[in-house]
Every structure is written in structure tokens, then in C-alpha cells.
């Protein structure tokens, strides 16, 4: 098995860019005063919503005034208000396809100008502490990759421990940052460090660093960025539509958010879970989606050290995707449950069995206090 060449690789991107071209003709234009925009079944200042039960029900049973349920698509809507705020209510699911679902419906059936996600998070920063809500400035799904081929000696066809990249391959625009390359962002789990492998030649690693479209790393999983559409017509730009790997929250609630936080105090018990210390609700830098719940310590300190994210879950990224298309001011409230992997001599899982109801209480009180101090003229 040989490696495949880079010329090889934009011979193929350059006949499919050719494709696309030759039946550009037939691609349609959208133009502003085509835009639909659906009736609200009831119009909402702001949208809240989680994705298990117990997180659902801590923020439900905040609604006042008279309830009224609406059902659409598997999930009960419920509408009343807190503050003076018209606020709906629901529980989407676990995972991100729930997540965006969720919040597209309750754009379209309630128009809200504001959406908060709530609910518990794992830990990734070690200065969180489980019952902490965490509001981070942004998020990512770094599990949106690329798994890359092995890097093979181009004169023997030797299999090296690194592996290559060697175009920007549709769909493939691998996240960066100023002075280091795609690769210095992969992950190593499974890691090839162990293999009975040889480096690859330092002429070959020199011949392929050259390569602008060249991306060579020690790990075989590349985080790339998420496709944002929010403009007309951004779906139909070339040679593709508008990435990012960070998806900004709201300044709004941000704002807000400051004002509020230092006002509070959190609980440190409920139900089963006990904790020695009062925690505290801050707004943090950066939080994680992720396809998978994260329960290993290895992988969480990788994140960690690649990005400094506090949190990670299971729902925010595609949330915040859904939000700025439809151009909802947005942001998620995390309470932390548990360190994603486990503290030492203790399973992750079993965390969140103790201090889950911690957590929801506090994610909930924080959701709460955001929601009423928002600015009623901008609802």
C-alpha cells in the first residue's frame, strides 16, 4: 500500500471543482423577498430548554401565570412567564441532532428573540468544581474531524508513526491557529506511540512541510470547521460556504450574565449530593460539544491542553449552529456534575448519579436570574 500523492489529490479536486462548475448554471439565487418567516403559534420573549428530564423539570417549574402546552414533533412545549418575560419551555433529548431540532422548532412555533440552553456539564478545566455553573464565550465540536491516512516513506513505501494530509479534500478545512499547523491540533486516542514504527525521514518530513496543502501530524484525527450559514446565499458560495470552528455567544446575555452572576449564591445540596464548599457561577472562555459522553480522563486532558475548554456536553455546539443561522441571540448555562473522566478513585458516571441534582438546581437558579434581567425592550 502506497500513500496517495498530493498531485493525485488536487487532479480529483480540481474535476470535481469542474463538475460543480459545468451545472452552476442551474444553481438557484435567493433573494431577500423570498425569505419566509412563519406565524408564531405564540410569541415567546425567551426560549429555554434542556436535555434530560430533572434539568427540564427544575426549569419548568419556574413558569408563572397561566400554562399552556403545545405539542410538535415528539416534544411538549410549555408557555408562561417568568419576570416579565414570556418564556417557553422543553426538553429536547440528549445528543446534538436533538439539540438542533429542538431549537429550530421553537424558533419557528414561538419566535423568540432570546434561547437559553441549560443543564449539567462534565468538567474538563480542573479549576471548575463540580456544582460550578460555567457560561463559556464559545463553543466548538472539536469530534467534527477528519481521520487522516498513515504517512508512508515515498521511496520504500514504509509505513511511518505519523500520518499525512496531503490536500484540502472535500469537505476539509481543518481548524487553526496563528504559528501552528491543523496538526498540532489532532487527537491521540488510540495513539500510534506504541507501534513498533519507525519516525519518517527527516528529507521526507522537509519535502512534505513545504507542501502548503500538506497537513502532517503524530495523531490521526483532525478537528475541522462547521459549515455556517446565515447569510443568503452562503450556501452557494465557492469554493465553500462560510466556516468557523468558534461559535460566538450572545453579547446580550453576556452583558447580562455579568451584572447577574454576582448577585447570587448556589446551592451545594441536593438530593443525594452534599458538597464541602458553596460553588460559584462564572462566565469562562471556551466549552466543548462532543458526539460522545466523555469519560476518560486521557481524552479530557488532551482537550484541555489543546483548547482550554471548561466544560463539555452534549448539545451546545449545534444549539449555538441553529441560533446564529436563524439569527436568535443565544448562549448555554452548564452546571458542572462530574470531572469527565473521574476524579481519582472515583468513575465519572457515578458523580453524576450523586451530584446531579446539585447541579440542575444551580444551572436553573443562574438560567432564572438571566432570564429576568434581561432587557425587556430588546425582547
Known amino acids: 500500500m502506497v500513500a496517495r500523492s498530493a498531485s493525485s489529490s488536487l487532479v480529483v479536486f480540481a474535476l470535481v471543482a469542474a463538475a460543480l462548475k459545468a451545472v452552476a448554471h442551474t444553481v438557484p439565487v435567493a433573494r431577500d423577498k423570498d425569505t419566509v418567516t412563519p406565524t408564531p403559534v405564540w410569541k415567546a420573549d425567551v426560549g429555554i430548554y434542556a436535555a434530560y428530564l ?16 403545545y405539542t410538535f414533533g415528539g416534544r411538549l412545549f410549555t408557555t408562561g ?14 445528543g446534538l441532532v ?128 462547521t459549515e455556517l450559514l446565515i447569510n443568503t446565499n452562503d450556501t452557494f458560495l465557492e469554493p465553500t460556504p462560510p466556516t468557523r470552528f468558534w461559535l460566538p455567544v450572545s453579547q446580550i446575555i453576556l452583558n447580562t450574565a455579568a451584572k447577574v452572576l454576582p448577585t447570587l449564591t448556589l446551592a451545594n445540596s441536593a438530593g443525594a449530593g452534599s458538597l464541602p464548599y458553596t460553588p460559584t457561577a462564572k462566565i469562562v472562555n471556551r466549552g466543548m460539544s462532543a458526539n460522545a459522553f466523555v469519560d476518560n480522563a486521557d481524552y479530557r486532558k488532551r482537550a484541555f491542553d489543546l483548547f482550554g475548554f471548561s466544560c463539555v456536553e452534549m448539545e451546545g455546539q449545534a444549539f449555538m449552529q441553529v441560533c446564529l443561522s436563524n439569527h436568535v441571540e443565544c448562549a448555554v ?35 432564572v436570574a438571566i432570564i429576568k434581567a434581561l432587557p425587556k425592550e430588546l425582547c
Not at 55 to 68: C, D, P, R
Request: glycine share 8%.
Open 54 to 69: 430533572p434539568e427540564y423539570l427544575s426549569q419548568v417549574s419556574q413558569l408563572t401565570g397561566t400554562l399552556k402546552n
Open 81 to 94: 412567564h417568568i419576570g416579565d418575560k414570556r418564556v417557553v419551555s422543553t426538553m429536547s433529548g440528549i
Open 98 to 225: 436533538n439539540a438542533a431540532i429542538t431549537a429550530q422548532m421553537m424558533i419557528f412555533l414561538f419566535a423568540p428573540k432570546f434561547i437559553l440552553l441549560s443543564g449539567i456539564a462534565g468538567g474538563i478545566d480542573p479549576a471548575v468544581q463540580i456544582g460550578d455553573v460555567v457560561i463559556p464565550k464559545m463553543w466548538s465540536n472539536p469530534q467534527l474531524q477528519k481521520l487522516i491516512r498513515p504517512l508512508y516513506e515515498p521511496a520504500t513505501g514504509a509505513e511511518t508513526n505519523m500520518f499525512l494530509d496531503v490536500s484540502k479534500d472535500f469537505p476539509d478545512k481543518f481548524y487553526s491557529e496563528p504559528g501552528l499547523s491543523a496538526g498540532a491540533f489532532s487527537f491521540d486516542l488510540p495513539t500510534r506511540t506504541s507501534c513498533n514504527l519507525s519516525a519518517p525521514t527527516t528529507q521526507t518530513l522537509n519535502t512534505l512541510s513545504a507542501g502548503a496543502a500538506n497537513t502532517v501530524s503524530p495523531f490521526y484525527t483532525i478537528p475541522m470547521e
Open 333 to 367: 448555562v452548564r452546571s458542572i456534575s462530574d470531572l469527565a473522566g473521574g476524579a481519582v478513585g472515583q468513575e465519572g458516571e457515578s458523580e453524576i448519579g450523586v451530584f446531579f441534582a446539585v447541579a440542575a438546581l444551580n444551572t436553573a437558579t443562574v438560567s
